[in-house]
């Protein structure tokens, strides 16, 4: 039912009220939120280094609702009089944290079953929970135990090859993982992993004991989810009908390309790959799924805004699919998605909360993530890059044409590598001068490469030869890149050791936020 006031001056009061209403309300709630969101995070950040126990969790939450009821009864009716009570922001920051440390504790609750057989042979039956990572001289399998449910990473030989959901008998030796300053394998942000702080990234997947060529057996096959099962083995085909329309090392590198694929390549191309800075491209760390899905909107950019958004989101959706819809793959979805929602309704802030919240519920979901999982933290990085830092470059590249996305494709790549640069210094001790120079080069091609690389992989499920077109398309694409990448890592100036540490990329991240404070002071919500 419609109002009507008794003058115009009254009404517009009135609707003065209720916006100055609006605001307080809103403003209290983001300083609510806000105190939540950091006492949960540093509840979380502070129990994966320091083991307080369950009183310490319960003492905070204890004393975080007495200072929230303490606030109860002694604020005043309306909270627009005074909104910034201190003391509940503080309850709600200790009942935050205390909650945190909680989470982490009863994440951490892990059956013990094995503890007193570490050190000697066991047997066992399992199934193989995860897809396996093939690496140039051993595979990775993770196994879950049948009765006891817990998770043995093990290192075998390529051969014989075991699959998903196989059930498979084990005898080997029992070891805890350790830590050292040895390399292993390159993670999932492209650097190389090293096992001091092997067993905090392992057990970030629930993983606490590990086993060394131990003898196996297979029992049984299709175990596990139909769902993935399915996913993998036609990833498993899609990877193969590569193989076969494409030459290695092309192959392995679309393959890494297009759905994550997890077969190596060879360990000298990786090591061109990170001198020249652009190993993010062909591990799974959907350091480059925001990058693509914007490059499908800015060529649908003349189509309506709803079609360009839904091929944009279908394009990550069907990627994540194809990966096998790992964790990994599904945060960096998540995120690349916001990315797409934030440019194309220039809605800036209530992204930026949408970003937080589902920060939030990863981190809630798996508490480990947080500190433990590097690629979390560089797609969180990298979108928080692609919201904020992008527009302001892209103002800067007049000069570049807008056509097929190149400015928007510039843009992103200078606007990620400045703002990953601390993490990645701090992660992996390595500066490549050429990062920026090989980026711009390489990833402008890369979302042809992506789609003649796909179009390639599946027809190739309905015949080679019909593939074959695409494949050398792809080919012609791959070629080039790998090209460009050998030549600027031999360069001997290509990359140097330098390594900072965690509280001097915590003081240039804090200046980067000052930064994008005054740049986005004028700027309209």
């Not at 209290?28 to 540093?42: D, H, P, Q």
């Not at 440019?343 to 993530?369: E, S």
């Not at 398309?473 to 050791?497: D, G, H, M, Q, R």
């Amino acid at each position: 039912m419609k109002i009507a006031y008794p003058c115009p001056r009254f009404a517009r009061a009135r609707a003065h009220t209720y916006d100055f209403q609006n605001f307080v309300f809103f403003h209290i709630m983001n300083k609510l939120a806000v105190a939540l969101l950091i006492g949960f995070s540093a509840g979380v950040g502070i129990r994966s280094f320091l083991d307080f126990g369950w009183s310490f969790a319960f003492l905070f939450i204890f004393l975080g609702l007495i200072l929230a009821g303490i606030f109860r009864l002694k604020a005043d009716s309306s909270l627009a009089d005074k909104p910034y009570k201190f003391v509940l922001l503080i309850g709600l920051f200790f009942l935050a944290f205390g909650l945190g440390i909680l989470r982490y504790e009863i994440k951490e609750i892990k059956s013990a079953t094995f503890e007193n057989q570490v050190g000697s042979k066991i047997s066992f039956q399992g199934i193989i929970i995860d897809e396996p990572e093939e690496k140039e001289n051993y595979t990775r399998l993770i196994t879950e135990e049948e009765k006891t449910k817990n998770k043995i990473l093990i290192v075998s030989r390529r051969y014989p090859e075991f699959h998903y959901g196989d059930r498979i008998e084990v005898l080997g030796k029992l070891e805890k993982p350790v830590d050292s300053d040895a390399p292993t394998e390159t993670s999932e942000v492209g650097a190389p992993t090293l096992r001091r702080g092997w067993p905090a990234y392992l057990a970030k997947e629930d993983i606490y004991y590990e086993m060394f060529y131990p003898q196996m057996k297979l029992i049984s096959t299709g175990g596990g989810s139909w769902l993935k099962r399915n996913l993998f083995n036609i990833k498993e085909k899609f990877i193969a009908n590569l193989s076969t329309i494409i030459p290695e090392p092309n192959a392995g590198y679309l393959a890494g390309l297009t759905i994550g694929g997890k077969r190596a390549m060879p360990g000298d191309l990786q090591e061109e790959f990170r001198k020249a800075g652009i190993i993010h491209v062909v591990v799974l760390s959907g350091y480059n799924v925001t990058i693509v899905a914007s490059v499908i909107m800015s060529i649908l950019r003349g189509l309506p805004l709803y079609v360009g958004m839904t091929f944009g989101i279908l394009g990550i959706l069907l990627f994540s699919l194809m990966a096998g819809a790992s964790a990994t793959v599904v945060r960096a979805s998540i995120m690349a998605c916001l990315v797409l929602l934030s440019r194309a309704t220039g809605r800036i802030y209530q992204i930026t909360a949408a970003l937080l919240a589902a920060g939030f519920l990863m981190v809630f979901h798996n508490p480990k993530i947080l500190c433990f999982d590097a690629s979390f933290q560089l797609s969180f990085l990298a979108t928080l890059a692609l919201i904020y830092v992008s527009p302001h470059i892209e103002k800067r590249l007049s000069f570049i044409p807008k056509k097929f996305g190149i400015r928007e494709i510039t843009g992103a790549t200078i606007s990620t590598q400045i703002f990953v640069l601390p993490f990645l210094l701090y992660k992996m001790g390595l500066f490549s001068v050429v990062s920026l120079p090989v980026n711009l080069l390489v990833l402008i091609f890369v979302p042809a490469t992506m789609f003649f690389g796909f179009l390639a992989g599946i027809i190739g499920f309905i015949s080679y030869l019909l593939a074959t077109p695409f494949g050398w398309i792809a080919y012609v694409f791959s070629a080039y890149e790998l090209w460009i990448v050998n030549l600027f890592s031999k360069l001997p100036f290509a990359a140097f050791s330098i390594s900072i540490s965690f509280w001097l990329m915590l003081v240039i991240y804090a200046i980067y936020v000052i930064a994008l404070l005054k740049l986005n002071k004028k700027r309209p919500t």
